[in-house]
């Protein structure tokens, strides 16, 4: 198939041609997870209608489902799964857009177990990560270059999310602000006839399936432009609030060397938030949708606050006290071992401050303010945000409510939230996650390009080493046979000592009065040496600070070899030349 692939197509119709498959398999993907995710929600939800006391089963159903995941997966999978979209920018990252086959179905299984059962996130991580792996993985059948399998990870990951909300456009610009590194005509025609395929796919085994209930037909008020700014500075400091609690509670609970103790009181801890606030349970959409539709009452309905609903202020405080548990419960359902993603949070979070942002004004006497308006435009703010990426949030919202007349609203608070954000955090929720495993995601080319780069093929072995306890007559023999002007001297353990320059030697190397002088006198210690683990954004910088051509690389003190200044230019750009577009 691959000979004949490169014997009858170009490269710009190989990948349109594959977009065909990738988009149907990614919208399939997102289709099944969403069908098996809902089907055990509803089956609960319909045994709460014929039990009045089943809310009690809501402090330990999220359990249960986390506890199946991780069975799931130490039993039957037997490899990490992963939260789904930091996966994927590792992969283009540091492993050539090389993804494990496995992560095709895995969170397909995982993802539902948690989400169904009341874990408090998202299933449009872990379906874009599908979509993702599933190009990933025809990328890799093929043998395709790291260009080509990025451009299918993008393909993959905007078709899925594009299913998922059946929203083709959101599903291309995620895809460009989340994972594209260059992006061209070559690629975005690809993308967009996935998220085509996607689309038809959803269309077909879901039909014109609606999350939110709501169609926003009035125009932009401009005399509430104030308002939207005011909005747009509190959804930047809840995305900030999010994150932060977000990586505190994941921090703290890694101290726990032990995963099932992280599993009780995480997954306790999660239960007792949602027995006391059930819309917290699973992604949430019937709470968004009824604060899309301004029916505060329906959020409290059947709770042990519904005797309080005829109180607007303590309805509001409610309202507060569900956005700053929303935070705690999506980060102890990953906390407990769940799996699932931060778009959903992040979609919640924003429906909810915008109904509350309202509500506050309107009762306040200053304003007179559209509910529904100020909840959509609030979604869009957060996850601009959160993931950093303005466009998806905007055209989201404007695609999947026909909010194309809240354009203006939705640029002014997406643009301040992320403004906001960054005050506090220079990365994404997503590559904030990587960077503190040491991997450092951006959209400087150079930066990424770096990023992706390794030293393990700069090292060059061809120098001849010397002993500490030789002499100068050893080394003028070594010297002799040697082409490299470096000699590094090495012990017997293979600890580097020291090493010495031609130029050093070359006025005294004649003279055999001096041969019997020992190699640890002559040697030289450098100022510069590089470790194993250092990043090369770190090699780079001391290449420019020392002026040197070559340094020595050292594992804990063991030598390994020389990196030259050349082998970095070099690998530099065969990596530009390989991801980037034509």
């Known amino acids: 198939m691959n000979e004949w692939r490169l014997a009858k197509l170009s490269d710009r119709q190989s990948m349109m041609l594959l977009a065909i498959p990738t988009g149907f398999l990614a919208g399939l993907a997102a289709v099944i997870i969403k069908f098996l995710t809902h089907s055990i929600r509803d089956f609960f939800f319909y045994l709460r209608t014929l039990e009045t006391h ?32 930091p996966g994927l920018l590792y992969a ?100 967009l006839i996935s998220a085509f395929c996607a689309i038809l796919t959803s269309y077909y085994f879901l039909g014109k399936a609606v999350e939110y209930e709501i169609i926003i037909a009035e125009s932009f008020i401009p005399a509430n432009s104030l308002y939207y700014v005011g909005l747009g500075l509190v959804v930047g400091l809840v995305s900030a609030y999010f994150m932060r609690v977000y990586f505190s509670v994941g921090k703290q609970f890694s101290k726990f060397q032990n995963p099932w103790v992280r599993f009780i009181i995480a997954g306790f801890g999660l239960g007792a938030l949602i027995f006391v606030f059930p819309s917290l349970y699973g992604e949430g959409y019937e709470t968004i949708n009824a604060a899309l539709n301004g029916k505060s009452e329906y959020i409290l309905f059947n709770t042990i606050f519904e005797p309080f609903s005829d109180n607007i202020w303590l309805v509001i405080l409610i309202f507060v006290a569900i956005i700053l548990c929303k935070a705690f419960a999506t980060s102890l359902t990953f906390a407990a071992g769940g799996v699932g993603g931060t778009f959903a949070p992040a979609l919640f979070l924003g429906a909810m401050t915008g109904l509350v942002y309202a509500l506050v004004i309107n009762n306040l006497g200053i304003g007179n303010l559209d ?14 945000g959160m993931l950093h990426a303005p466009l998806t949030g905007i055209f989201l919202i404007a695609e999947i409510t026909n909010g194309y007349s809240l354009m203006v609203p939705l640029m002014i608070v997406s643009a301040l939230s992320l403004a906001v954000n960054r005050m506090f955090f220079k990365e994404s929720i997503y590559t904030r996650s990587i960077a503190e495993k040491g991997v ?40 002799a046979s040697s082409s490299r002007n470096i000699f590094p001297v090495v012990d017997e353990k293979g600890d580097f000592k020291g090493h010495i320059l031609f130029d050093d030697v070359r006025s005294f190397m004649f003279d055999t009065s001096l041969y019997g002088t020992s190699v640890e006198k002559i040697m030289v210690y450098p100022d510069y040496i590089i470790n194993y683990d250092e990043t090369i954004e770190s090699i780079v910088q001391k290449f420019e600070e020392s002026h040197k051509y070559n340094i020595v690389i050292v594992d804990h003190g063991k030598y390994l070899g020389y990196i030259s200044r050349a082998n970095v230019f070099t690998a530099y750009q065969a990596t530009l030349k390989e991801i980037s577009a034509e």
């Open 54 to 85: 089943f809310d009690l089963m809501f402090f330990v159903l999220p359990a249960i489902g986390i506890l199946l995941t991780i069975i799931v997966i130490r039993y039957v999978i037997r490899r990490e799964v992963g939260h789904g979209i």
């Open 371 to 384: 509910v529904s308006k100020f909840a959509l435009v609030g979604m869009s703010g957060v996850i601009a």
């Open 440 to 479: 450092k995601v951006s959209f400087n080319k150079n930066e990424t390009i770096l990023s992706m780069m390794t030293s393990d093929n700069l090292i060059e072995t061809n120098f001849t080493t010397v002993r500490p306890n030789q002499t100068l007559g050893d080394l003028v023999k070594v010297i």
């Open 92 to 191: 283009l990252s540091r492993n050539k857009g090389i993804v494990k086959p496995y992560t095709t179905f895995a969170s397909i299984i995982t993802s539902a177990l948690t989400v169904g059962f009341g874990g408090s996130v998202g299933l449009e991580g872990p379906s874009v990560s599908t979509g993702g792996s599933i190009g990933s993985v025809i990328g890799q059948f093929l043998k395709l270059n790291q260009k080509q399998i990025n451009v299918l990870i993008g393909m993959g990951g905007a078709s899925a999310l594009a299913a998922i909300f059946q929203a083709p456009i959101t599903g291309v610009i995620f895809a460009m602000e989340v994972f594209m590194i260059d992006i061209s005509m070559t690629a975005l025609v690809p993308i």
